[in-house]
């Protein structure tokens, strides 16, 4: 399987199953967009809740909150967005294709796809600057009093929000403010499926430290981040840590790691982690008058409190787990014929469906009747799909196509077990299939829950 058809089967896997859709489809679509289906939906929710209860659950140092996408336009003036969240891009005179100008390198020619733009032949464009900011006006009137942008960025209700937070909360430096929602940036070259979109969601710490710790804190926090994406299924030696050299950091930082993946396309950023030092709340100060220090009682001084700062996106941590999930192999099927099993290996944990349940045989009232009765027990506990159509073996492999772990099979053996009960010392059993190992043990109806949790983890 070469990298190229990876990507593309993924992408064809995800609109086969329902996990991810071109937005707008019957009209053409829109480039950049995308729509999350049933199953997409679930594995987002997932690896939202998973990065939820690792942040404030688990620790006792962070809360969350959940920003407005609309603010006021001050705040982007604060932030420099206003004015500087630009790129520069260059078209090409011969195909009229767009470029970003610091991904020419990694860029091809549609005309000549083993060239990069400006070495095929086609002469560019002198670059141009382009502001990734989404326009939109608040109220009746499209007038300039009237001009704000939806947010680029998580980040900026957090500092916006800082006094409030820390006050209502009653936190004590150091302490992080959680938050996970949209952002909106018109990229000037939406590429690679998911990966850079235009609308997109993103899962972002504001960790907020005493001036002099900022460096300590970032080592700590690039370790637990590495750790997380290990507990939701990507393997540690997948993940790359990179130190951001100080011509490529934001003029901000004064250190960044950036967290990548070998996705298909190539080695990208998957989350980055900058110290941010107090940029951002100094400069809200400067713009607001509101005073955002903080008088720390430990160290008897007032400061204007550092920040280090994990983002991830929750569409590129979908990509990557896609793309580490994803695999083909040849078994042999039921009639003793040579098949390919597509597998997405999941995490249990962030599998869309956790369990498929099934009766051995749609046409048997009484495996029909119990399989049901078995989904009503599990649905209230899991995530459960009930399926009764078609040959077991292609349920299988249903389930196996979207990650499923376990699938529950309601047999003859259960109904002898149901029919014979106690005087011949058998149990209302089913069968417990895996979806890695396909193998299969029988575990009875009333341990079922307990036991899949256990397997879950």
């Known amino acids: 399987m070469t990298e190229l058809s990876l990507l593309e089967k993924i992408v064809a896997l995800c609109k086969r199953r329902g996990i991810i859709f071109p937005s707008s489809e019957i009209y053409g679509g829109i480039n950049g967009v995308w729509d999350f289906g049933p199953l997409g939906v679930e594995l987002k929710r997932n690896i939202k809740e998973s990065w939820w209860k690792a942040m404030t659950q688990l620790r006792t140092d962070v809360v ?13 003036k604060a932030s420099t967005h206003e004015d500087q969240f630009v790129d520069w891009f260059v078209d090409c005179k011969v195909c009229h294709a767009r470029f970003r100008l610091d991904h020419l390198k990694e860029s091809s020619c549609p005309l000549k796809p083993s060239k990069h733009p400006g070495e095929c032949g086609g002469e560019l464009t002198e670059p141009r600057r382009f502001n990734l900011l989404f326009k939109t006006y608040v109220g009746p009137l499209e007038e300039e009093s009237a001009l704000t942008y939806l947010r680029p960025e998580t980040a900026q ?7 409030n937070v820390l006050e209502s909360s009653r936190m004590k430096i150091p302490f992080g403010i959680a938050q996970i929602g949209k952002a909106f940036r018109n ?15 993103q899962m972002e710490l504001e960790y907020f430290v005493p001036p002099d710790t ?12 590495v750790r997380w994406y290990e ?3 990507i393997a540690k030696e997948h993940i790359h840590v990179r130190e951001v050299p100080e011509g490529e950091r934001a003029f901000y930082s004064l250190k960044t790691y950036d967290l990548e993946y070998d996705f298909p396309f190539g080695r990208q950023e998957l989350e980055g982690i900058a110290y941010r030092t107090d940029f951002d709340l100094k400069q809200h100060q400067i713009f607001s008058g509101k005073p955002l220090e903080y008088y720390d009682e430990e160290r008897k001084c007032k400061y204007i409190p550092h920040v280090v700062e994990p983002s991830a996106g929750v569409d590129r941590t979908l990509l990557a787990l896609l793309c580490e999930s994803y695999s083909e192999e040849e078994i042999i099927g039921e009639k003793g014929q040579k098949e390919k099993r597509v597998v997405l290996r999941f995490s249990p944990r962030i599998a ?7 009766p051995l045989l749609k046409n048997k009232a009484e495996l029909v009747q119990k399989a049901q009765s078995v989904f009503s027990r599990l649905k209230v506990h899991f995530k459960s799909f009930y399926d009764e159509s078609g040959a077991i073996g292609r349920r299988y492999r249903r389930m196996d196509e979207i990650g499923t772990p376990f699938c529950v099979t309601i047999d003859f053996e259960t109904l002898e077990g149901v029919r014979e009960g106690k005087l011949a010392g058998k149990k209302d059993t089913v069968t417990v299939r895996y979806r890695d190992s396909m193998k299969q043990d029988r575990v009875g109806i009333e341990e079922l829950v307990d036991f899949i949790r ?3 983890g």
């Open 64 to 76: 969350g909150m959940d920003g407005s996408i609309l603010m006021n336009r001050e705040v982007w």
């Open 157 to 163: 209700s957090i500092f916006v929000q800082f006094k």
């Open 187 to 201: 990229e000037v070259n939406p590429r690679n499926f998911i990966f850079r979109s235009r609308e997109f969601e």
């Open 214 to 225: 900022g460096l300590q804190y970032i080592e700590q926090w690039k370790e637990e981040r």
């Open 231 to 233: 507990s939701i299924g």
């Open 352 to 358: 869309p469906i956790k369990i498929g349940v099934f």
């Open 454 to 456: 256990q397997k879950i």
